[in-house]
């Protein structure tokens, strides 16, 4: 089944403890980016990668940094987190940017409450 | 400032009714998707428009694309209760792929 599947769903952690949210994607997509979404903000795009080792900031990426070793995953960590992270976040991935066939599959979402 | 401004952010509507959900922006876009985000869920494709003045259509749900590619409407003729969710435009954008701001409808049965 083609999906996106992100880890852990829930988490809550203390301010400045790093943590590492994971997401890999089966579809052999180029595309991949991660968002966060806050009430009233809609989805924020916090960095994108559009292939293996080519990663860019996105909207809001201050706080965060990616990776992408591989193609299939995309793991999204936070050095040193702040309340002002807690937010639920999702990763997304798409065959390519823009255009027809570019259907961007989402992770089920990680939920991260910072204290 | 959103590149893509949508309204209304909010509807509330009684079953049966139609609505329209518009997708402003200044700047002009390949193309432009419309997602449906459920309540703890990710948002799913409902469609993809590319070319200017397309319309298409999904079920009750019909989605237009402005001439100029600056826009684009969701129109849902005789909403039902399981229409209930987040509306969400996006499009690509300087390698970036973004999103507005999101509709909450809720159809009331």
């Known amino acids: 089944e083609a999906q996106v599947t992100q880890n852990p769903r829930y988490l809550i952690t203390v301010t400045g403890k790093k943590l590492t949210v994971t997401c890999s994607q089966n579809?052999?997509?180029?595309?991949m980016s991660w968002y966060r979404q806050d009430p009233g903000l809609g989805l924020r795009q916090i960095y994108y990668?559009?292939?293996?080792?080519?990663?860019d900031k996105g909207d809001v990426p201050e706080g965060y940094k990616v990776s992408r070793k591989e193609k299939r995953n995309f793991p999204l960590i936070l050095e040193s987190p702040s309340p002002n992270q807690t937010s639920l976040y999702f990763c997304?991935?798409?065959?390519?940017?823009?255009?027809?066939?570019?259907?961007?599959?989402f992770g089920q979402g990680t939920r991260l409450t910072v204290v | 400032t959103q590149l893509l401004e949508q309204s209304p952010q909010f509807l509330s509507i009684q079953e049966g009714e139609n609505l329209t959900v518009y997708c402003n922006s200044s700047?002009?876009?390949?193309?432009l998707q419309w997602y449906r985000q459920e309540p703890g869920e990710g948002p799913v494709l409902l469609v993809t428009?590319?070319?200017?003045?397309e319309v298409k259509k999904l079920k009750r749900l019909t989605f237009q694309f402005g001439d100029a590619r600056k826009d684009s409407s969701l129109h849902i003729t005789a909403a039902q209760t399981g229409d209930t969710g987040l509306y969400l435009c996006?499009?690509?954008?300087?390698?970036?792929?973004?999103f507005g701001q999101g509709t909450t409808l809720q159809v009331k049965p």
């Open positions: 996006a499009g690509a954008y300087t390698g970036k792929l973004i």
């Open positions: 579809m052999n997509h180029e595309y």
């Open positions: 428009v590319v070319t200017g003045g």
């Open positions: 990668s559009m292939n293996v080792e080519v990663t």
């Open positions: 700047s002009v876009f390949s193309s």
């Open positions: 997304a991935s798409s065959l390519y940017l823009g255009g027809t066939n570019t259907e961007a599959f």
